[in-house]
């Protein structure tokens, strides 16, 4: 018989200590809070509940669930622009968090603009999200570390599946090779947005709101082989590949192109050797490029611009865990990173103008750096009352640098610290610590309209990024409620800003860590959280009040200002009704409410005239300061439907609508160089959002 | 364009039960929704980032000018970006403090008083004239907020004269048609250094009864021209401009060929040129376009020689730069820098310059 294959998103949104996800829990043996529902007294501090049925019903624009989506509707997550799914996590940069597959970060981790994962929800069996209290293998990042693992293929019988939904197309296939040793999963995934937009342009017979020509080309595939060779180890071998590229023609003089993608190749093993240890090692190739172009004819100078950057990178790491006595917990492990950054820019001139001649075309700058981690983690319990989670991390850093010949040396420390003290069964204190250190920058101070990151690295200017934050709450639970409440405190040393935006295409790129300042960032909030789980309706309501601020010397008259997606208020509030449910099929309601303080950009104060030599008049913008503009509240609202047919073969539909509200929540800026004014680009309006899926 | 999705339906159909078959229907529907529902995305709208602000500053604009007896200076705030008009600033004391290079003389002050709007002027006092190499201070002094302080020190310059040159072409003995320019020197055995100077040309290119118009492009052999304005273009690109009278022609038509022989292959620069001074013996200048000869027609036109305190130039420059990339270059926009001002607690320029008007023929 078939045996059924899940094709439903099965997330398991773990609490943020947990990592125990598959059957001989190889990597943590520590006790797990793994929690589906509701296990309160186990979660610990800075963990959200994530209930699988209300993230597979939740609406997006996509039409396909997506668990970034649902990472941003948490407490102390900001989000970026509409649609996007960067996260800024407690005042950190987009660059200070870490997507790990199978524990190889993963750079560019969307797709089609950030509205959905890069990776195919079929094929990751768990995901851990953490915030405070890291572990020790968890290093390198400064904000966040979401951890994805992906599932392995069925050792007994194969298994296909489909997936459709508003811009993504699907197949996953999970069969032995041979039989209860070695077994493929497979899953390939491609978007017609493209032909799709085409097909509507030709529909509406031209242009759409000035916007032509457009191509898109979106696809990930992803391979899994797993041996079971003995009961006490496996071996894996995966290959994951994700491309997105998109090019399109405004207002006919003026081409964009933007793309990026990811290449993993992973070798893994897991064992277990004698008197209780554990063992996990593997080594890894990590690929990721993105770039970011303009073709624009200004008054007959026709301007190529650009930003690209590649990032490679091979990974070689093992952690040995021991269970202990049920009391204490010890892991224990290294990792070796060798990684080569690429970052730059170009810009060509043709056509007519003073500019011909002054092209700077993108060379390459590879920087080379390699950085070896010892870390060490302990565990203690007393029963269900307490616990306390204490990991450190010593780093040695080595690069070369551009500047002189000298190798840029460093030696960084890091300690993270988790305690939790239950004082009545329903009520729990919680409080984390972290010191933590990043060896790679993401620039603040792109300009407005541009969305790629430019990563670049640590070097003798720029030193590696370090947090030090502080969280503090509590938990209570009582009968179908659950409440968090707790504040935090963050501060940034080494945060890099470019200084002139406008020199970002310039020839002295080649120097860019000559136009960047140091600085640094604070971040305070509190965050609550309220949850309830009914047999009929479920409520999740999460709100942050929180304050972020950058200083840089030279910047803003020294004085400090808003980080771009400091968000004074966020608020989401989602609830799910059942209305039926019984042997044949279930009905449910599903609403997302999403309030946000904008975001800030820097905009012109204000105007003067000046004149020329030949008394000829114009006028000049006025900068009063950086991030001195808030943009409008951002205000979404989402309503959806889910059929599900507990049929021979089990189908479920998702119907719903994107921001009912029809509210024109913008996506990116573009400037209009014939008027010298800048437009607003939104791109979804209100709009409708399915998907559909079958079990075979 | 529907293919995929009727083939996926399709499938769907044969594979699954009945229900299936009914969400067929449903999914179709979708689909049409989905596609149409397309055509409601990508909503472009403009946006007027205004941020606000309250205080914005103050706005000076002063160039003293040895040559006038009042001077002249514009006081007003810079306007938020949807303010619809400048507000000027009539309440305030404004004065500049002079300092002649010779130290025994003594330390002049001269006020300014509102005329009418953001037009403020100097009171008329021969003692207190603006003198070449005199360094000046300009103080504004407005309610509730900081003084505001400037300098600048007033250019060294001097009349340029203009020469011709004369060459025999065949048996006729024609001017040429560009200018030679050599300096005036109060004294040919010292040299005295001047300040950088701007050269444009300004005359009436079409007919007589119209305004002067700058000439659109210039070309110089000095060795110290500044090239931040060079048009790309060549001297030996250029064509003639205007009615052909072919009789006429047939005669000038030499004098032409023979300054293209004698002026290298330069290039041509927007409008003005830059010198970073002008201490040569002599050097060549043309304005263009190149016009057809006409018998007859009267030039009224004419170099204008502006010599800049070294904060105005850098202003002028700094203008002229940024206009070119706001126009050309798609990277200028992303710049936050603020264009170049000399006042400090305010935006603008406070300088001084000395200007001649010469003369030119062209023919």
Redesign the interface.
Same mark, same amino acid.
């Given at each position: 018989m078939t045996k059924r294959l899940i094709l439903f998103i099965s997330l398991i949104l773990l609490p943020f200590c947990v990592q125990a996800q598959d059957v001989k829990e190889l990597r943590d043996t520590l006790r797990s809070s793994l929690v589906v529902s509701d296990k309160p007294a186990e979660r610990d501090a800075g963990s959200r509940i994530i209930e699988l049925p209300a993230l597979r019903t939740m609406v997006s624009a996509t039409g396909e669930a997506d668990p970034i989506k649902f990472v941003q509707t948490l407490p102390g997550v900001s989000t970026g622009v509409e649609g996007s799914s960067a996260i800024y996590v407690r005042g950190g940069n987009v660059g200070s968090n870490q997507t790990t597959l199978d524990g190889v970060p993963i750079y560019g981790g969307s797709h089609l603009l950030g509205l959905t994962s890069s990776y195919p929800a079929d094929v990751v069996s768990s995901m851990n999200i953490r915030i405070g209290g890291f572990r020790g293998d968890e290093g390198n990042m400064t904000a966040s570390h979401i951890g994805i693992r992906t599932a392995d293929g069925s050792f007994s019988q194969r298994e296909v599946g489909?997936s459709?939904s508003?811009f993504i197309?699907g197949g996953t296939v999970s069969t032995p090779i041979v039989k209860d040793r070695l077994s493929l999963l497979a899953s390939a995934r491609v978007s017609?947005i493209g =032909?799709?937009?085409r097909?509507?342009q030709?529909?509406?017979g031209g242009a759409?709101?000035?916007?032509s020509r457009v191509r898109a080309a979106v696809y990930d595939l992803f391979a899994k082989v797993k041996w079971l060779r003995d009961e006490d180890n496996t071996y894996s071998a995966s290959i994951f590949t994700s491309r997105d590229a998109y090019s399109y023609c405004y207002g006919g003089d003026s081409n964009e192109r933007l793309g990026w993608g990811n290449m993993i190749i992973n070798l893994h093993h897991e064992g277990n050797l004698r008197k209780g240890w554990a063992v996990e090692d593997g080594i890894a190739y990590n690929r990721f490029s993105n770039s970011q172009g303009?073709v624009?004819d200004?008054?007959?100078?026709v301007?190529d611009?650009a930003i690209v950057s590649s990032l490679d990178e091979i990974t070689a790491d093992a952690v040995y865990s021991h269970a202990g006595t049920g009391r204490v917990g010890f892991r224990t492990g290294f990792r070796e990173r060798f990684t080569w950054f690429n970052p730059g820019t170009s810009?060509t !001139?043709s056509g007519?103008?003073?500019?011909?001649g002054l092209d700077s075309p993108r060379t390459d700058h590879i920087t080379h750096s390699s950085i070896t981690t010892v870390h060490v983690q302990m565990d203690i319990r007393s029963g269900e009352r307490f616990h306390l989670m204490s990991s450190s991390r010593i780093n040695a850093f080595v690069a070369d640098q551009q500047e002189t010949s000298h190798l840029n040396f460093r030696i960084n420390p890091e300690l993270s610290l988790e305690a939790g003290l239950s004082l009545t069964s329903w009520l729990k204190f919680e409080a984390t610590a972290d010191w933590t250190v990043q060896y790679h920058h993401t620039l603040e101070g792109i300009?407005?309209?541009?969305s790629a990151d430019l990563i670049v690295p640590t070097s003798i200017s720029c030193p590696p990024e370090q947090a030090r934050q502080y969280y503090a709450g509590i938990f209570t639970s009582f009968g179908q409620h659950r409440v968090t409440a707790g504040a935090y405190d963050k501060t940034m040393h080494n945060l890099v800003y470019f200084l002139?935006?406008?020199?970002?295409?310039?020839p002295t790129i080649s120097g860019w860590s000559n136009n960047v300042k140091v600085g640094r960032g604070t971040s305070r909030g509190v965050e609550f959280l309220y949850e309830k789980d009914g047999e009929r309706l479920d409520l999740h309501a999460a709100y942050t009040l929180s304050k972020t601020d950058r200083q840089f010397d030279m910047v803003n008259n020294n004085l400090p200002f808003p980080a771009k997606f400091d968000r004074r208020h966020i608020l989401n509030v989602s609830a799910s009704y059942v209305l039926s449910d019984d042997d044949r099929r279930r009905i449910s309601l599903t609403g997302l409410y999403a309030l946000q303080s904008g975001h800030w950009?820097?905009?012109?104060?204000?105007?003067? =005239?000046? !004149?020329?030599?030949?008394g000829e008049e114009?006028t000049?913008d006025?900068?009063?300061g950086?991030n001195?503009?808030e943009m409008p509240t951002y205000v979404r609202l989402d309503i959806g439907c889910n059929f599900t @047919?507990r049929?021979?073969?089990e189908?479920s539909?998702n119907?719903g609508v994107y921001n009912v509200l029809n509210r024109?929540n913008?996506l990116s @800026?573009?400037?209009?160089?014939k008027t010298?004014?800048?437009?607003?680009?939104?791109? @979804?309006?209100?709009?409708?959002s399915?998907s559909?899926r079958?079990e075979? | 364009m529907f293919g995929p999705h009727i083939a996926y339906n399709v499938l769907i159909a044969y594979v699954c039960n009945v229900e299936t078959i009914y969400l067929f229907y449903i999914m179709r529907n979708i689909a049409c929704i989905f596609l149409l529902s397309l055509s409601l995305t990508s909503c472009v709208e403009t946006i007027v980032f205004d941020p606000g602000e309250k205080n914005l500053p103050v706005m000076v604009t002063c160039l003293l000018d040895p040559d006038h007896d009042v001077q002249k200076l514009y006081l007003q705030y810079v306007k938020g970006k949807s303010a619809a008009e400048y507000v000027p600033i009539e309440d305030a004391e404004v004065y500049v403090t002079s300092k002649y290079f010779v130290s025994y003389l003594p330390v002049d002050t001269l006020h300014f008083h509102n005329v009418h709007g953001n037009l403020w002027e100097s009171q008329k006092d021969p003692a207190k004239k603006i003198k070449e190499g005199g360094e000046y201070h300009l103080s504004v002094i407005i309610p509730g907020r900081e003084t505001i302080h400037a300098e600048t020190t007033c250019p060294t310059a001097y009349a340029p004269a203009l020469y011709t040159d004369l060459y025999e072409v065949g048996s006729w003995t024609e001017h040429s048609v560009y200018c030679q320019i050599k300096p005036a020197y109060p004294n040919e055995n010292k040299q005295i250094r001047t300040s950088t100077v701007w050269i444009f040309a300004k005359g009436k290119l079409k007919k007589k009864d119209e305004c002067d118009e700058i000439y659109p492009y210039m070309v110089t052999d000095h060795p110290c021209v500044d090239d931040f304005n060079v048009n790309g273009r060549k001297f030996s690109e250029l064509e003639l401009i205007g009615d052909n009278d072919g009789q006429v022609m047939q005669v000038f038509w030499p004098a032409y060929e023979n300054m293209r022989r004698m002026m290298p292959d330069l290039p041509m620069h927007d409008e003005f040129i830059r010198l970073e001074h002008m201490d040569t013996s002599r050097f060549h200048l043309l304005a263009g376009p190149l016009e057809y000869p006409q018998m007859g027609k009267p030039h009224q036109d004419y170099l204008n020689f502006t010599f800049v305190s070294k904060e105005y130039d850098e202003y002028l420059r700094n203008v002229y730069t940024r206009n070119q990339k706001l126009d050309h270059d798609l990277t200028s926009i992303f710049s936050t820098a603020n264009a170049y001002s000399n006042i400090d607690g305010g935006v603008g320029i406070f300088g001084s310059e000395v200007s001649y008007k010469v003369g030119f023929l062209l023919n």
């Open positions: 489909f459709a508003s197309l017609p =032909p799709e937009f097909a509507v030709a529909m509406a759409l709101d000035s916007l303009i624009r200004m008054s007959g100078t301007n611009i810009s !001139f007519s103008g003073s500019l011909l300009p407005l309209g541009w002139d935006a406008g020199q970002l295409f310039s950009e820097t905009v012109a104060a204000g105007e003067y =005239p000046v !004149f020329s030599i030949t114009s000049f006025y900068f009063s950086v001195n503009y @047919f049929t021979r073969y189908q539909l119907i024109h913008p @800026f573009i400037y209009d160089d010298r004014t800048w437009r607003k680009v939104s791109l @979804f309006p209100i709009m409708p399915f559909y079958i075979l | -």
